[in-house]
T-cell receptor, first 113, second 115 residues
Framework: AQSVTQLGSHVSVSEGALVLLRCNYS??????LFWYVQYPNQGLQLLLK??????LVKGINGFEAEFKKSETSFHLTKPSAHMSDAAEYFC???????????FGQGTRLTINP | NAGVTQTPKFQVLKTGQSMTLQCAQD?????MYWYRQDPGMGLRLIYY???????DKGEVPNGYNVSRLNKREFSLRLESAAPSQTSVYFC??????????????FGPGTRLLVL
């Protein structure tokens, strides 16, 4: 069965620093890949997704992620962190033809002034 | 266009009580989902409905039942609540099942406390 691993349940960076949130999946066949963000006391909203084509995907709020098939990874990055980026981030994966998403455990991002 | 709405926002139950969580979407989506979110465990799928008239179990269905009332509405019922069901519940919808690359859109959540 598909599984998703997010390395680091908590990540803390300084304002203006690089943000790197790691996600690895288990399937050998490239799946569909998603990053969602959850702000406090809210539902999840899509940041970006990879379905096919270009492996570097750009999303909202300056985030991007790169699909690396050889590493079964889909890490999320942002060049310069902003205080408003403080939230919980979830990586999710869906096998092609499957009915559902499988979520990682989440990474809470804290931004230090 | 409200997207996905959930009621209630917050509920306190005593062990053994029953309740129904309501979810509705106005995006004409075919697929709907119920998740629970617990600290350190991400979101876990309880039940889903790939299309109107069908429902299927997810990862953690025990203690829950669902009804796809029509294309817009998908309810989750706890017949006899237990403290282990204390959680935040999210409803989501998508135009087609996730295996086609479709985005799921989430509601604001229902916080449930079972005493």
């Amino acid at each position: 069965a598909q599984s998703v691993t997010q390395l680091g349940s908590h990540v803390s960076v300084s304002e203006g620093a690089l943000v790197l949130l790691r996600c690895n999946y288990s399937s050998s066949v490239p799946p569909y890949l998603f990053w969602y963000v959850q702000y406090p006391n809210q539902g999840l909203q899509l940041l970006l997704k990879y379905t096919t084509g270009a492996t570097l995907v750009k999303g909202i709020n300056g985030f991007e992620a790169e699909f690396k098939k050889s590493e079964t990874s889909f890490h999320l990055t942002k060049p310069s962190a902003h205080m408003s980026d403080a939230a919980e981030y979830f990586c999710a994966v869906s096998d092609r033809g499957a009915q559902k998403l499988v979520f990682g455990q989440g990474t809470r991002l804290t931004i230090n002034p | 266009n409200a997207g996905v709405t959930q009621t209630p926002k917050f509920q306190v139950l005593k062990t053994g009580q029953s309740m129904t969580l309501q979810c509705a979407q106005d995006m004409n989506h075919n697929s709907m989902y119920w998740y629970r979110q617990d600290p350190g465990m991400g979101l876990r799928l309880i039940y889903y409905s790939a299309s109107e008239g069908t429902t299927d179990k997810g990862e953690v269905p025990n203690g829950y039942n669902v009804s796809r009332l029509n294309k817009r509405e998908f309810s989750l019922r706890l017949e006899s609540a237990a403290p282990s069901q204390t959680s935040v519940y999210f409803c989501a919808s998508s135009e087609a099942p996730s295996g086609s690359g479709e985005t799921q859109y989430f509601g604001p959540g229902t916080r449930l406390l079972v005493l």
